[in-house]
């Protein structure tokens, strides 16, 4: 069975992230999207609010499973007995950014990375645009899942 996690914030998750989810269910058996726990970190929704947005975006998606962690993406993948870690990019300093944490995770672990490139319609989002959008109260609403859309108008 070939089981990917998808790490990340998802602060919100973004039609990129919803992009790579989608592309990435037919490369794998199972996907677990893991919301990392950074308390350095400010985020502008709850841990509870950013795993429900997850949740009810691939509730009918049962290859999709949504879980928080702390520590080390590699630990996690060992608990949970996943051998690949999916990640998107969307352009050249996206690449060697994450180049670098594959080849470190790489060296501690027999853990493959697999890149997927966003798609070009979304490959300008990110959730911290996302996020700026949002703050000053602008139309978000082309850049992030229904899911999101619908607890923020509430």
Known sequence: MKKAIFPGSFDPITLGHEDIIKRGISLFDEIVIA???NAEKKYMFSLDERKRFIEETFKN???VTVITY????????HKLK???ILRGLR???????????????????????????????TSYISSSIVRDVIRNHGEYE???PDAVRVKLHK
């Open 70 to 77: 702390e520590g080390l993406t590699i630990d996690l993948c």
């Open 61 to 63: 998606e049962p290859k």
């Open 91 to 121: 352009n050249p300093a996206d690449f060697e950014f994450e180049k670098a944490i594959a080849h470190t995770n790489r060296r501690l672990s027999k853990i493959e990375t697999v890149f997927l490139l966003t798609a070009a319609r």
């Open 82 to 84: 996943a051998n690949f």
């Open 35 to 37: 919301i990392g726990v």
């Open 142 to 144: 082309m850049l992030v």
